[in-house]
């Protein structure tokens, strides 16, 4: 596709259930980022993969967040357990390389009640 | 820590009133400032990267300049369709990108 592709779109979960959101990138785009975004805040970084790789996961909040990216393009991130505090709009994008600009997906909007 | 401040947090202007957005980082190792627009319900939309300072970038009614600790972006003659936020990031060497808290603007028609 011409551009960044998350799904589902929206996503309403039980507190205490887990739930994978998936995020494919711009074709040959290396790096992949995940991002976590509330109401009025700007983006809260989570992890970054550069290929299959998580060069940096420092972002993410505790070990019920994962994410994968096995094959260097589509990733998967993987909430278990999941809590109130956990609702926001989570948000993933690609980039070229180090250093270029990263272009953003619409977002996953993850409702936890 | 690096941080990157955005003033102001909202901005209300009559359509043709030019006024400029501030952002302020505090980086060790800049790789390049990013600036996005970002509309309700969307991700963010890709608008400049500058890389130096005294570096200047422009589109259409904006135009964003980067100094040693801050980038402005400024809007010539904005119209209603410009309402967005603007968020402003950094990218860091060796690091992922560092968002502002953005700033929210609101052109009257």
């Known amino acids: 596709g011409a551009g960044v592709s998350q799904t589902p779109s929206n996503k309403v979960t039980e507190k205490g259930k887990y739930v994978e959101l998936r995020c494919d990138p711009i074709s040959g785009h290396t790096a992949l980022y995940w991002y976590r975004q509330s109401l009025g805040q700007g983006p809260e970084f989570l992890i970054y993969f550069q290929g299959t790789g998580a060069a940096d996961d420092s972002g993410l909040p505790n070990d019920r967040f994962f994410a994968v990216r096995p094959e260097g393009s589509v990733s998967t991130l993987k909430i278990q357990r999941t809590e109130r505090g956990d609702s926001a709009v989570y948000l993933c994008?690609?980039?070229?390389?180090?250093?270029?600009?990263?272009?953003f997906g619409q977002g996953t909007r993850l409702t936890v009640v | 820590e690096d941080q990157v401040t955005q003033s102001p947090e909202a901005l209300r202007l009559q359509e043709g009133e030019s006024s400029s957005l501030n952002c302020s980082y505090t980086?060790?190792?800049?790789?390049?400032l990013f600036w996005y627009r970002q509309d309700p319900g969307k991700g963010p939309e890709f608008l400049f990267t500058?890389?130096?300072a005294g570096e200047e970038k422009e589109k259409e009614r904006l135009k964003a300049t980067l100094t040693k600790k801050e980038s402005f972006l400024h809007i010539t003659a904005p119209k209603p369709e410009d309402s967005a936020t603007y968020l402003c990031?950094?990218?860091?060497?060796?690091?992922?990108?560092?968002f502002g808290p953005g700033t929210r603007l609101s052109v009257l028609p």
């Open positions: 990031a950094v990218h860091v060497y060796g690091q992922n990108f560092v």
């Open positions: 980086v060790s190792g800049l790789r390049g």
């Open positions: 994008a690609s980039s070229s390389g180090i250093g270029t600009e990263a272009f």
């Open positions: 500058l890389y130096s």
